[in-house]
């Protein structure tokens, strides 16, 4: 059990990976938000960093606000793109902070700076599609309180925002229980489908246009004015100065019009979010990069092996200590108990959530991930370890006691291999969940299979939407058919024979 707890802290240190890039002088790491727009400018700042000789790291698609921020502050993020208005309400909400002299007083005490607006203002609005208007009689948000069964789907966030749906629904007198959350794009198709009535919008969203939707009226100006900025961290300005200097650049160029099409041409016209920010820097700046786009094949050896790196460390991390814990709970069943209750009880957190307990612990990328990950392995092997072995026959026990081994020697010779084929069970199981969940690390930017997939979901993409799934089952199968082969070393034959007849 020693040597087992011992292997668990060397694979705990071992999964912390340490970034080499974040640490040299001439590398940026740059932030986006899981939306096309964002991706857009975190795809322009990229391009300005390698045109002025500097590695750029674009971590594309990570989830929130809080997130990016967390991570900007924490060192982990060098820049994103982010709104006035989130600043505002979402991230000092409550601290009364209204202007942009405040603004910038309380990120400099955070060691971040913000940029003038790059030009355009991206509120929120919700949207309607004109035959909904015509039929429920919608023409501002006050409308809303009048149709109680008006169905309404709002992005996740925003039902959680501050300056979202809890303000908003105060605000005009809403029904509480009307809204419900889902992701902004698919919110899309769920209104052209008519599964929904009504949607929150950004104002540059492309499919403003495209479907013809009507804007309510915000009849009270709930809604303040989101100018797009960017945020970067205070050294940065002494790290890599000629890159601060192109960024600033960017201030004021990119009205609400260009933006609009920008996002269109990379969600309608389906073009790559690169193309579409290279394209801006060469009208803008006489910039002229060729956008490089990973083939399929490099992509699926990217992702795959970000994948096994997620769910390898996450085992070796597993293994080392279930096995440990399951014997502690046959040998000690009142702590048993308490152990088994525990891993139990870690099982029935949503994966998702369980994610986000560990950002604020271990940040973001793969650590998280990895934590996570190890927690959920834990239930089936441990339980397993406690089965096999609590299986094992009492005239057997018997006649261990009577050959007078040490309980080392019983349980590394005798009973552990005899609980062999209870544990590999269990390690199958667990490698399975794992693959399948390691699929959310891609929202904390730490890659794997799950990375094609959220792209996928948010430009509406089949083809990526499988590229990551079906490499994710494959992968799977895999496993299933190399546990088979391991089972054969492990596990004694006579036992396999047993077990198959």
Same mark, same amino acid.
């Given at each position: ?123 929120? /609005? ?12 919608? *023409? ?32 005009? @007198? ?63 300005? @002494? ?6 200097? =192109? ?38 700046? =006489? ?114 006691? /009577? ?26 199981? /667990? ?49 299933? /058919? ?16 047993? *077990?198959?007849?």
């Amino acid at each position: 059990m020693t040597r087992g707890l011992a292997l668990c802290v060397i694979a705990t240190v071992a999964a912390t990976p340490i970034r080499l890039a974040g640490l040299q002088s001439n590398s940026v790491t740059i932030g986006s938000k899981s939306f096309t727009e964002s991706v857009i400018l975190g795809e322009i700042a990229a391009g300005l960093a390698k045109e002025e000789g500097y590695d750029a790291i674009h971590q594309e698609g990570l989830g929130g606000t809080r997130l990016l921020f967390n991570g900007l502050v924490a060192g982990e993020l060098d820049v994103y793109a982010e709104y006035t208005g989130t600043i505002f309400q979402e991230i000092f909400s409550g601290q009364y902070i209204s202007t942009v002299a405040d603004a910038r007083r309380k990120l400099d005490s955070l060691g971040i700076r913000m940029t003038e607006p790059l030009g355009f203002n991206n509120t929120y /609005a919700v949207g309607v599609l004109p035959e909904t208007a015509t039929r429920l009689g919608l *023409r501002t948000i006050s409308d809303l309180k009048n149709v109680p069964s008006v169905r309404i789907g709002f992005s996740n966030e925003f039902m959680d925002r501050a300056d979202g749906w809890p303000s908003l629904q105060r605000e005009y @007198e809403l029904e509480r229980n009307n809204a419900r959350g889902l992701d902004h794009d698919l919110a899309y198709r769920a209104l052209e489908a008519n599964e929904i009535d009504a949607i929150d919008v950004y104002t540059t969203d492309a499919e403003i246009a495209y479907y013809g939707l009507t804007l309510l009226e915000d009849d009270k100006d709930f809604f303040q004015t989101y100018f797009a900025v960017f945020l970067y961290r205070k050294e940065l300005a @002494e790290r890599a100065p000629e890159f601060v200097d =192109a960024l600033l650049r960017v201030e004021g160029r990119i009205d609400e019009q260009r933006m609009q099409a920008m996002n269109a041409r990379a969600k309608l016209d389906g073009e790559d979010e690169t193309a579409v920010a290279a394209d801006f820097l060469a009208n803008s700046f =006489a910039i002229t990069s060729q956008a490089q786009v990973d083939g399929l094949w490099h992509r699926l050896k990217q992702r795959t092996l970000e994948h096994l790196f997620l769910v390898l460390v996450a085992m070796a991390m597993g293994i080392s200590c279930a096995i440990p814990l399951g014997v502690v709970a046959f040998k000690r069943p009142r702590l048993g108990v308490l152990i088994l209750g525990a891993v139990s009880t870690v099982q029935t957190i949503p994966a998702l959530a369980l994610l986000v307990f560990m950002i604020p612990l271990l940040g973001i990328y793969s650590p998280p991930a990895i934590a996570a990950l190890f927690l959920y392995s834990l239930l089936p092997i441990v339980r397993n370890t406690h089965a096999g072995l609590s299986s094992i026959s009492l005239p057997l026990q018997e006649s261990m006691d /009577a050959l007078d081994l040490t309980p080392w020697q019983k349980l590394k010779e005798i009973e552990l291999p005899l609980a062999s084929p209870s544990i590999m069970a269990g390690i199958k199981t /667990a490698t399975v969940i794992n693959i399948g969940f390691a699929t959310l690390g891609a929202l904390i930017g730490a890659g794997g299979y799950g990375q094609p997939i959220l792209t996928g979901i948010r430009l509406d993409d089949m083809g990526l939407i499988l590229e990551g799934a079906i490499p994710a089952a494959l992968l799977a199968l895999l496993a299933q /058919a190399a546990f088979g082969f391991f089972e054969k070393k492990i596990v004694p034959r006579g036992l396999r024979l047993r *077990r198959t007849n």
